[in-house]
């Protein structure tokens, strides 16, 4: 009873003992808080910290939506800005969006891939692509090879400069292109007289014409052309003159590596005819010189078949095909059919720029996830040492 | 027709008036724990630091955060007075460590001392005991007073705000107590 007495009277002595502000001290803190607790300073760095206040004063709630409104407009403006620049996760060398496309670098294209070109894109004749003509080229010798019997034939090595040929002395390029024209239905016969003469004046062929008289969308030409390669420039600026350019796409592939391989495959098979030939003159019996003619045969049906595979590459090299079509009308949508943009194509204009978004994301999140979690790590870091710091001013 | 409109603009200004100077629910509260707690906090800032320059300082500097902070409080995550003092604590604690850095202060008297001469002289003689009874004990054991018979904190308050459970900081507080009435006893 009297230890509480005691307890109680010791509370009371202590709270008796209670410091209480000074009246003038009271009343400023008042006034500043009536104020809002203004700053003092307004230097640049009390501006900062203010505003981080005021950022950190906002709840988490609130934070959200203007946070994802961000988010998503940031990922809105990369979307459309990879769009534009014509990048395609599926085809990085075709744009549908009409813009220039980008090709991809040399090591990330498979073996014999070309190098498309838009419209504004000249066609740059230090091309390194490398070519898949070797693999058909290939595979009709090997069917020869197999249809002929002539599998004891040595394997051929391989080119000592590689499959793409690298340390050839000059490089053997096959070219191409695409160019439609517009023109007026009265216009056509003159544009296709045009390039008649144009033809004739690159010293080209024409593998293929056809024209059609008309009304406004009817009338037309197309043409199949080779155009020796050398002066194909001058040929696709004299057909550009002709009438108004409505697209133009140009391509290169580099057929160097098949040419060598058959030039070499060619020599190889050369020199075994020769031997052959020594073998039937120096044949003691019927049933041996048999066996060396039948090899023989086989030897210069493969001689033969290399030539003409040589001739066809030479003829790839040395020509380009032109593709050339005078239209009348409206201009068709590129890369699309004469029903124009449909819903199909909407979907895939859609699941494209979704693609497009969803990598953007990923993106945003690989390289923000970890500075966001650095970040974390560091302030609850800071946060438990100053914890502990403050702890340690009361021991 | 022309009185219709004008009284009409007439309301729609009074209201847009009243949207305006209506203050948030977040500045109402703040008012009104500022207006409960102000002496509080400026007892048990006191009561730690032990200068009362300082304490006006470190009090103020508590206030001026917590309004800042205002908005950011959740009430779902306890009392706004555990809140407050929590805030207070750390602005005192980073006061405390800053002193320890330089040099250390005088002490100022506690109210009582100086009020000992005006009451009776039996009680005078007690106040002045508990006061240097209370400069004895360590700054976290006067912390604890101060939370409790300055500021008037509850102990499920004084566990909040010190980062322990309430029983824990009742069992602190009693051996605080005890330790103060031994202290007084001696001194006595």
Same mark, same amino acid.
């Given at each position: ?75 809105? !403006? *990369? ?5 534009? %620049?014509?990048?395609?996760? @599926?085809? =990085? ?5 009409? +813009? ?44 020869? &090879? *197999? ?87 001058? *040929?696709?600026?004299?057909?550009? +003159? ?15 590596? =098949? ?57 790839? +090299? ?9 239209? %009348? ?25 979704? %693609? ?40 | ?20 100077? +209506? ?17 509080? !906090? ?21 206030? &001026? ?56 002289? &039996? ?17 976290? &054991? ?22 322990? %459970? ?19 006893? @001696?001194?006595?």
């Amino acid at each position: 009873m009297e230890s509480n007495r005691d307890s109680l009277d010791l509370s009371a002595t202590v709270r008796s003992l209670r410091p209480t502000p000074e009246p003038e001290f009271a009343a400023r803190l008042d006034a500043r808080a009536a104020d809002g607790f203004p700053r003092a300073s307004r230097s640049w760095g009390s501006r900062l910290v203010e505003m981080a206040d005021r950022v950190r004063a906002v709840p988490p709630r609130r934070v959200l939506a203007p946070a994802g409104a961000v988010a998503l407009t940031a990922i809105v !403006v *990369a979307t459309a800005v990879v769009s534009v %620049t014509g990048t395609d996760p @599926g085809n =990085p060398s075709v744009s549908r969006f009409g +813009a220039a496309a980008t090709s991809p670098p040399a090591a990330d294209r498979p073996a014999g891939a070309g190098v498309q070109h838009g419209t504004q894109a000249p066609v740059p004749s230090s091309s390194r692509a490398g070519s898949n003509s070797s693999s058909s080229a290939g595979s009709t010798l090997s069917e020869f &090879e *197999a249809r002929s019997g002539a599998s004891w034939l040595p394997s051929i090595a391989p080119h000592p400069s590689g499959p793409y040929a690298s340390r050839a002395n000059r490089r053997d390029i096959e070219r191409s292109a695409q160019i439609v024209l517009g023109a007026e239905p009265s216009e056509v016969r003159a544009g296709v007289a045009r390039v008649l003469d144009a033809v004739h004046a690159t010293g080209g062929i024409v593998l293929r014409s056809s024209i059609q008289d008309g009304d406004e969308g009817e009338a037309g030409a197309s043409f199949e052309l080779l155009i020796p390669s050398p002066r194909l420039g001058d *040929a696709l600026a004299t057909f550009s +003159a002709i009438a108004e350019v409505r697209s133009r796409r140009e391509s290169t592939q580099d057929i160097t590596a =098949p040419t060598i391989g058959v030039e070499e495959r060619l020599e190889d098979s050369r020199a075994r005819i020769e031997s052959l030939l020594g073998q039937l003159s120096e044949a003691g019996s019927d049933e041996e010189r048999a066996a060396v003619e039948a090899q023989l045969r086989a030897e210069r049906r493969l001689a033969a078949a290399l030539r003409s595979r040589l001739t066809s590459l030479r003829r790839r +090299a040395n020509f380009s095909r032109v593709s050339l079509r005078i239209e %009348t009308g409206a201009p068709l949508a590129a890369g699309r059919n004469s029903s124009g943009w449909g819903v199909s194509d909407a979907l895939d204009d859609a699941g494209r720029i979704l %693609t497009i978004a969803a990598g953007v994301t990923v993106i945003a999140l690989a390289i923000l996830g970890p500075l966001a979690l650095i970040a974390f790590l560091l302030w609850l870091a800071h946060r438990t040492l100053a914890r502990r710091s403050r702890e340690r001013t009361l021991d | 027709m022309d009185t219709e409109s004008a009284r009409s603009k007439d309301v729609d200004q009074a209201l847009a008036a009243v949207a305006v100077d +209506a203050p948030r629910e977040a500045d109402i509260a703040f008012d009104s724990l500022y207006r409960s707690s102000r002496d509080d !906090v400026y007892a048990y800032v006191a009561g730690l630091l032990r200068d009362r320059t300082a304490a006006e300082e470190v009090t103020a500097t508590a206030f &001026e955060r917590a309004y800042r902070k205002r908005s950011r409080f959740d009430r779902g995550r306890g009392e706004p007075r555990a809140w407050l003092f929590g805030i207070a604590r750390n602005a005192a604690l980073d006061e405390l460590r800053r002193r320890k850095r330089h040099a250390e202060l005088a002490t100022d008297p506690l109210d009582g001392e100086g009020a000992a001469v005006a009451d009776g002289f &039996e009680q005078s003689e007690r106040r002045l005991a508990v006061a240097a009874a209370l400069d004895r004990l360590q700054p976290a &054991e006067r912390e604890l007073v101060a939370l409790k018979f300055f500021a008037g904190l509850s102990n499920a308050e004084i566990g909040r705000v010190i980062g322990i %459970t309430e029983s824990n900081a009742g069992t602190k507080l009693n051996r605080v107590v005890n330790k103060l009435r031994e202290a007084c006893d @001696g001194i006595e």
